[in-house]
């Protein structure tokens, strides 16, 4: 975890977040509910697919706000740890039927 700075995980497990940016880390609670929000304005997105919505998410954060951004992570909010494998291989969201 040494790549995550002063934004917390554990902290992020705890707000009403669904994505934070830290630096140039992202981090985002997998399986997304409702409209996810930006973490640089108030744009929000919704679509089917996690890996659209986090697309939606990512791509603003380079080329609207212009962020570098090194890695995302994900953190399943079923089990509440980082998902370290493909998140659509974690096995908890094989039961949510999203993906
Ligand atoms: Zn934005
Ligand atoms: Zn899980």
Redesign the pocket.
């Known amino acids: 975890m040494s790549n995550i700075g002063s934004y917390s995980p554990n902290r992020f497990l705890d707000d009403g977040l669904q994505v934070v940016r830290d630096g140039s880390n992202v981090m985002l609670k997998l399986p997304f509910v409702g409209a996810v929000q930006c973490p640089d304005c108030s744009d929000s997105f919704t679509g089917k697919e996690w890996f659209s919505i986090k697309g939606s998410i990512v791509k603003p954060l380079k080329f609207k706000h212009q962020l570098h951004i090194s890695s995302t992570r994900h953190i399943?909010?079923?089990?509440?740890?980082f998902?370290s494998s493909k998140p659509s291989d974690?096995?908890?969201?094989a039961n949510v039927g999203l993906w």
């Open positions: 399943c909010t079923i089990c509440n740890v998902i974690h096995p908890c969201f």
